[in-house]
Each structure stands twice: as C-alpha cells, then as structure tokens.
C-alpha cells in the first residue's frame, strides 16, 4: 500500500469519525462544532479530488458561515434541548432508522463502484469554448458563461432566502436592525481580532475574485472571505447591522442578480441570444458581472447570519 | 482503490450517516445538520462524477464541479432560513421541536395558563 493511499484512507475514516460526532453529540453546541471542523476536513477531500474551487467554497461557506449560523442558533436554543430530549424515538425505531439508511448507504456504495471509467464527459467541450471567454479557470467559464442562468437564478434564490429570513420580524422590529447593537466597551479579544483580521481579508477575498478568472477562486470564494469579514466585525459589536430599510442594503443585495440579468437581455442586442457575450469583450464583461456578485455575495450572507431584524427602527 | 471512488464511498456513507441523524434526532437544529451532511455526501458523489469526467487536459470535469458549488451556495441559504424558522419557533413558544401539539402547549408544565 502507497503512503498516499494509506493517507487518503486514514483522511477518509477521519471525515466519518467528524460526521459520526456531528450526529452522536450529546449537546447541539458540540455537534454544530465538530461540524465545522467536519467541512474543514471535507475541502482536503475535494482538494484529492483536483477540484480545488470547489474545495475553497466548502471551507468558506460549507464549513465557515454555516458554522457561524449554527454555532449562534445552538447558544440560543440551548434552554431548548433538554425539552426535546424526551422525544427521542424508540429504541426499536432507530434500529429501523439504522437499517434503512444502511440500505441507502449500499445502494450508493454500489453505484459509485458501478461507475464507468472513464466516466461520461462535459470537459472537451468546456476546453473547446474556453478560449472565446478570455477565462482560464473552466469552473469560472461554467458558473459566468456557459450555464450563466443557473448562477443567475441562484443569486435570486439568496435574495428569496434573506426575504424570507426578514419576513420572519414581528411586527414591531420591521424596519429595524437585525443582531446586537454597537457595545459602548467591545469585548476586547474579540476586537483585536475584528481589527487586524478584515484589513488582510478583504485583500485576500478581492485577491481570490480577481484570480479566479485564471486560477481557483472566483465571486463565490471571495465574496465568502469579504462576508466573513464583516461577521467578525458584527460579532466582535465593533458594528452593527444596518437596519433592513436601508436604501444601499436593498440595492446591494440585488445588484449582482439586476446586473446579470440586465446583460443577459443586452445579449440579444450585443451577441448571439439570451446570455451570450460578444466576441472578443466576454472577458471584461464577465468580471465587470463577477464584480457586482461579489457584493451581492459579501451582503447577502451576513444578512442571513443575522437572522431577521430584533430591535425597533429609529425614528 | 483509486482516490475518487474512496471519496465516493464516503459520499455514501455521510448520505446514510445524515438520513440517520435526520430520521432520529428530535432537535430541529440537529436535523438541520444532519441534512447538511446528506446534501455534502450527494455533493461528494458529485466529487467522484468529475474526477471520472477528466478529460481534455482538466484535472475533474469543471460542469459538475460548477454545479456543487452552486449547490453549496444554495444549501447555505435554506439552512439560514431553517435556522430563522426554529428561533423564531422558540420565540414564540419557549421550545424548539416539531411536535404539532407544541402550539396548543405552554412551555413549563402544560397545564394551559399563559
């Protein structure tokens, strides 16, 4: 047995032994931590997988903002749990549970051995059409280009999310702010880290967008990295966030989904049809659409952290 | 064994692992997680797909790559919706479960007078 085999199957007991943890923690609190370590864990396997912008992505969001999410909905739910302990099922449910999912497990585990090698393939041409996007990253070309409409309806689904998130307000907190207001005297561990961390994150989030035309990386990863960033801001009370009525808020949490639709119709005018680029300008205008991404991206995810707004606006 | 069908494997098993965790525990909040882990597993066995895929001088085929991210981003937003669903929950009842009789019931001892 290779070294690399051997380390490629202790990583992957390892991933089990982190999911099996996240499903057999006694307290919620544990759980949603040994989850983040879990998609920590998870991104080595896609880095063995070459699939590296997808391994950056699971860090960030997978593992990072989901685990901030998590992390503050278990602390409030925690006088919660105990109540919800006497409903766990019977001894002989589970066992039910067990076997079934077993079943589901091998069925799986059968197909994925089943699998053809080498397996059916977009990638010939995705390299064939690459060149006319300007791109050297195919994942890019594929998110931007190719299946443009997919990224497109996905942006609207972020900001179905956070309508949905805000919709949760009662009704005297509408309009206001959503998580902890400014604190008069800022916990001071945390603020040192909300100091130092942002001014090289939001470097490295712009760093990851703009190299993700060429290289791993992209609007995703990078607008993760910059959302992040104001998290820690939030957490740390050094700020706060702005309340739901904001003008600039509403503006930017649409302005990557108006901005791509709005040169996706330019494409019948421009190019060849609906989401199509012109010759020779795909690349430019493709960042130049990434750009307003990235903002909606840097927005949107704090926005459902923070969860629906629970102070009362000002006057 | 090669690398890809080990991470498929895995992939399987965080599948069946979450639609455990999904089925028995109580906790909404822990049912969240555990469908997080099925939606990682189902993302895996995207993984193993575009590994197979590799053609034309890519590594992984970059189509399905595209689609778990896009996947990823999308899971992230309903779980945030979950998670505001059940704190609301709490707010508006004291408790976090899925019960339907837990509205008609006050938190402590269920004797009726809020």
Known sequence: MSVRLALDIGLALLVFAVAARTIFARGAFEAVVDYVAYGLLLSIVWIRLFAVDVALTEDAIGGGVTGVLLIGAAARLRSAETVAAEETPSGSLRVFAACLCLLVTAVLAGVVLLLPDPGPTLAPQAAEHLAETGLGNPVTAVLIAYRAVDTMLEKVVLVLAVVGVWSLAPDRFWGGAPGEARAARPEPTLAFLAQVLPPLGILVGIHVFWAGANEPGGAFQGGAILAAMWLILMMARLTEAPPVGALWLRLALVAGPAVFLAFGVAGFVMASGFFSYPPGFAKPLILFIEAFMLLTIAVTLPMLVAGPPRREPRP | ?114
């Open chain 2, 1 to 114: 064994m090669t690398q890809a069908t080990l991470a498929g494997l895995i992939g399987a098993a965080l599948v069946g692992l979450g639609l455990y965790g999904l089925i028995t525990n109580p906790q909404p909040l822990r049912k969240n997680l555990a469908f997080n882990l099925i939606g990682s597993g189902v993302f895996l066995i995207f993984g193993i797909f575009a590994r197979k895929g590799a053609a034309a001088g890519f590594p992984a085929d970059p189509v399905p790559q595209a689609m778990v991210i896009t996947g990823i981003v999308v899971a992230f937003a309903a779980s945030a919706l979950a998670v505001a669903l059940v704190l609301r929950l709490h707010e508006e009842t004291g408790r976090a479960t899925l019960r339907p009789d837990a509205w008609t019931k006050p938190p402590s001892d269920g004797a009726g007078s809020e």
